[in-house]
């Protein structure tokens, strides 16, 4: 006959079981969200959904695109920051969430601090581009019209202390050139005015300006890189020209609300390099202009400590900062 001690002690051995059954439970035994600061069908939502359909495969579960756009990639940044460092909440981190923002607007959040970084997986190059109406045909060309007609050479941007918008500012502290910086919700919009003559100049993701670029209506100049890229192999890089600080990258990691478990990262961080290895996400990746970067843990939070100093460095000198 069951005593009222021996059936509290069933109890607790059954929940310290299940405890211990829960615990033992491989990553991931339910479907992981992945947090995309960006509207469906931009690039950010277009790599995390490549990503997420890849680790659905190799770890058997699913990998759900939560898309959060607004602020500049800040809200969904904070809303990871604030999520349960179990694994179960991820983040597309991109170079405006965890590189511009963090460098032109204060007190948002800490890029290094509230995340965990898991894993790099691509970047694309930025290329400048005029409309195919402005008498240029070279990057040299193009800096000594706009030295002589600096009321003709306005450029879009996709927002206040974008990557778009400092490097353009960079590329004039260095030049000397004059530019009206016009901000725009988004980079398409940029480009639908320009097309129209309202502005001039663009300066966003190669993979961004190719269609543009394909149409006629917008000539190249130069791109950013370390070497000329295969999608535009008759345009030189700024380093070729002689800028060789004009260097950036559309990039784009994935990251995790602070102190993950490392198993758990480190668990992501092999697949997600697995991924980046296979052929199929290589030419999948390639026709989007990105080209794979693996790393390591600790390599991804060296990039963004890098990227984040260096672009509140620009900043600085530019005098670009959003309250």
Do not use: C
């Amino acid at each position: 006959m069951f005593t009222l001690r021996s059936t509290l002690t069933i109890a607790l051995i059954s929940l310290s079981l299940g405890l211990a059954q829960a615990q033992e439970e491989p990553y991931p035994s339910r479907p992981v969200k992945i947090i995309a600061p960006q509207a469906p069908g931009g690039g950010v939502d277009i790599v995390g959904r490549i990503i997420a359909d890849h680790l659905r495969v190799a770890l058997g579960q699913s990998f759900l695109i939560d898309n959060e756009a607004g602020a500049g990639g800040a809200i969904a940044a904070k809303m990871t920051a604030r999520a349960k460092p179990d694994g179960y909440t991820l983040m597309i981190g991109y170079v405006a969430t965890h590189g511009t923002n963090p460098a032109v607007k204060k007190n948002i959040y800490d890029p290094i601090k509230d995340f965990t970084a898991v894993a790099m997986l691509g970047g694309t190059p930025n290329i400048l581009v005029v409309n195919k109406n402005m008498p240029v045909s070279n990057l040299q060309e193009f800096l000594t019209y706009a030295k002589a007609n600096p009321t003709k050479v306005d450029y879009g941007t996709s927002g206040v202390g974008t990557l778009n918008h400092l490097l353009m500012e960079q590329l004039k502290y260095i030049t000397g050139i004059k530019s009206m910086a016009v901000p725009y919700r988004s980079i398409g919009q940029a480009f639908t005015d320009s097309m129209s003559g309202q502005i001039q100049v663009v300066f966003p993701g190669l993979s961004a300006a190719m269609p543009h670029i394909k149409s006629g209506l917008f000539k190249p100049m130069a791109v950013t890189g370390d070497k000329r890229h295969s999608m535009v192999p008759n345009v030189p890089t700024f380093k070729e020209l002689g800028f060789e600080s004009v260097s950036s990258l559309t990039w784009y990691g994935l990251v995790g609300p602070a102190k993950m478990p490392e198993a758990i990262r480190n668990k992501l961080n092999l697949e997600v390099n697995k991924i980046l290895a296979s052929a199929e996400l290589k030419k999948t990746f390639a026709e989007q202009a990105l080209t794979p970067m693996p790393m390591s843990p600790q390599e991804v939070e060296h990039y963004i400590v890098d990227e984040v100093n260096r672009w509140s460095e620009i900043a600085r000198i530019s005098k670009v900062q959003v309250e």
